[in-house]
């Protein structure tokens, strides 16, 4: 069997001196989809940001396919498959759909293979491909963030508040 995409072990993580992760156990098998769910304030954002290298964890382990990646780099971890969509989807907003989607090439995918994959699972963003991504509607906007995530093929896609604001409808096409 291989190694869980994603492991935390004990994780403890603080902003100064206020600890708000209390040992986060965590494992999130190859091939499966996880839903993190807690009230305001519980720290599923923290635990996506210790995940993604963006704040270290003050103690315990962090492993991404079997590595232990404590201290790894969000640029680190995002070469090695970890893919973090944050909470307002973090999409160009005064950039095209087409232009959004080329910013996936820097990860080194060929932009035909990009368009491809988008247009193939979100037909919506072909027709939308020249308006600046910035004037869709919330639910567009979450189809392109995701669009240009699973461009890059991650290993660990982790999407902070994939509903919020969104119809049921969108929410269940997405
Ligand atoms: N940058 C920060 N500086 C100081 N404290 C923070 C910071 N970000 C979050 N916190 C605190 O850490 C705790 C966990 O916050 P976090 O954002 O991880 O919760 P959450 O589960 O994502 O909540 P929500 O459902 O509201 O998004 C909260 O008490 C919050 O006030
Ligand atoms: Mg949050």
Redesign the pocket.
């Known amino acids: 069997m291989s190694a869980p995409v994603l492991e935390l072990r004990d994780v403890h993580a603080a902003?100064?001196r206020?600890e708000?992760?209390h040992g986060v156990d965590l494992v999130v098998p190859e091939r499966s989809v996880m839903a993190l769910l807690?009230?305001?304030?519980?720290?599923?954002?923290?635990?996506?940001?210790v995940a993604s290298g963006q704040m270290q964890a003050k103690s315990g382990c962090v492993h991404v396919a079997g590595r232990h990646v404590n201290g790894a780099t969000a640029d680190e971890l995002a070469r090695a498959g970890v893919c973090a969509i944050p909470?307002g989807r973090g999409i160009f907003p005064n950039l095209t759909v087409d232009e959004n989607l080329r910013m996936a090439t820097y990860s080194k995918v060929p932009l035909q293979q990009v368009e491809e994959r988008t247009f193939d699972q979100f037909p919506r963003l072909k027709e939308r491909r020249n308006q600046l991504a910035g004037t869709m509607s919330g639910g567009e906007q979450q189809m392109l963030a995701i669009a240009r995530a699973l461009a890059t093929d991650p290993a660990l896609l982790m999407l902070?508040?994939l509903s919020l604001g969104l119809a049921p409808i969108i929410v269940g096409e997405l």
């Open positions: 902003y100064g206020i708000v992760l807690g009230p305001n304030g519980a720290g599923k954002t923290t635990t996506l940001k909470e902070d508040e």
